[in-house]
């Protein structure tokens, strides 16, 4: 038989991220800082409680729209949160939030339509739009920058096929958080171009500013064409249980509703009784956030000592990217001259955008005492290098 693939599909390779895994595989005593997931457990209670509900009887499929139980917290969620008032018809839970993404751009993008995305950017987002037709047009941010986008640099990747724009606070793989006065910026370049707004804020709750960061939607004018994805997965270390949600006016959500029910039908029944589970129990996420707060100061010290190493403190999310170009404008080999030398796992920069062959990923997704124990080695590899 002729083993035929779809181009589109063998077109893209694996992720470096998972090169990367398969060879730290092959070394015992390795620490990785690969992991874009918290290491934390969900807490014991929300999967008694999830299980709990199975035993009775939650093992059916769910309205595609998702539990009517689950969509009613997430609304109250959001009041609390982003004080958000929404109704029912504005929210639709997805399989994580790839099944959002996915959901979107299914019905968003035409062949040729563009989406305009800061760079360095998570790597689902170009095979996930270029499989429906689209086009990614990566608008390069700077480190001097704090990784955060300037406007002349987006009004530049606009074109009369440009669609969307994705942004993506607190950032993979950044940690960059969007300030208020950019977020500003962005409405009226937003308007201004017609463009309509995917904000993927999957890492909502992991922030170290002072302030809660500010949703893109709540700015005026933003209502009708914004999309906002949340996730269970990062927020609440339920990435296994694969769920997400989205929520932005009826004229998107309404077709997205209709996307995931002949995609997925529905997300997994049990998996959304855990998620409302954890909307219950918020309380037991605290110290997980805590914990990810003093990661990130620890690392940043640690990386600050560095010499030559340039570091963008990160804001949010588990990641910082710091920029090695002293050492090697190649990322992938530095990377796995790391692993090979002192086995600990970074990811290249180059997963994450062409123009971060300067930069690595580095996770903090493991206790602070293996992040010394790494940080060590590193600096142990960096002092044979020079
Ligand atoms: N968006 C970003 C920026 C991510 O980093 C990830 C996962 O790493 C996702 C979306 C998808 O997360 P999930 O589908 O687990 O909710």
New binding site residues.
């Given amino acids: 038989m002729k083993q035929r693939i779809a181009d589109p599909v063998s077109r893209v390779p694996f992720s470096v991220i998972r090169e990367m895994s398969q060879r730290a595989a092959a070394y015992d005593n390795v620490i990785t800082l690969g992991i874009?997931?918290p290491d934390f457990h969900t807490p014991a209670a929300i999967s008694r409680l999830a299980l709990q509900d199975a035993e009775n009887g939650a093992t059916h499929y769910t309205p595609a729209q998702g539990d009517p139980e689950l969509l009613r917290a997430v609304l109250d969620y959001l009041q609390v949160r982003n004080s958000e008032s929404l109704g029912t018809s504005n929210v639709v839970i997805t399989?994580?939030?790839?099944?959002a993404?996915n959901a979107f751009f299914r019905l968003t993008l035409e062949p040729g339509d563009e989406v305009i995305i800061p760079e360095p950017?998570?790597p689902?987002y170009k095979p996930q739009v270029e499989w429906v037709g689209g086009v990614v047009a990566g608008v390069h941010t700077r480190p001097e920058d704090g990784f955060i986008p300037r406007i002349e640099d987006l009004e530049s990747a606009v074109t009369p096929q440009s669609k969307a724009l994705l942004l993506?606070t607190p950032?993979?793989p950044t940690g960059a958080v969007y300030p208020v006065a950019l977020l500003e910026e962005i409405t009226a370049f937003a308007k201004r171009h017609d463009l309509l707004v995917l904000s993927?804020e999957?890492?909502e709750r992991l922030y170290f500013t002072p302030e809660t960061p500010r949703c893109i939607r709540s700015f005026p004018g933003m209502e009708e064409r914004t999309v906002v994805?949340h996730?269970?997965?990062?927020s609440f270390a339920m990435?296994g249980w694969?769920i997400?949600y989205a929520f932005g006016p009826e004229w998107l959500i309404t077709p997205m509703i209709k996307v995931a029910s002949y995609y997925t039908s529905c997300a997994s029944s049990v998996s959304q009784r855990a998620a409302l589970a954890a909307l219950k129990n918020q309380d037991l996420f605290e110290s997980m956030y805590q914990e990810f707060e003093n990661r990130r100061d620890l690392i940043c010290e640690r990386l600050a000592a560095m010499e030559h190493i340039r570091l963008t403190r990160a804001d949010g999310?588990f990641y910082v990217f710091p920029d090695i170009s002293h050492y090697s404008r190649d990322s992938r080999q530095f990377a796995l001259d790391l692993l090979d030398r002192q086995q600990v796992v970074v990811v290249p920069g180059e997963a994450f955008g062409s123009g971060y062959t300067d930069c690595i990923r580095i996770a903090f997704t493991i206790g602070r005492d293996r992040i010394n124990a790494a940080m060590d080695r590193l600096e142990a590899y960096l002092a044979s290098l020079q």
């Fill in positions: 874009g997931e399989h994580g939030g790839m099944g993404l950017y998570f689902s993506n950032n993979n993927d999957v890492y994805i996730s269970f997965s990062k990435t694969r997400g999310a």
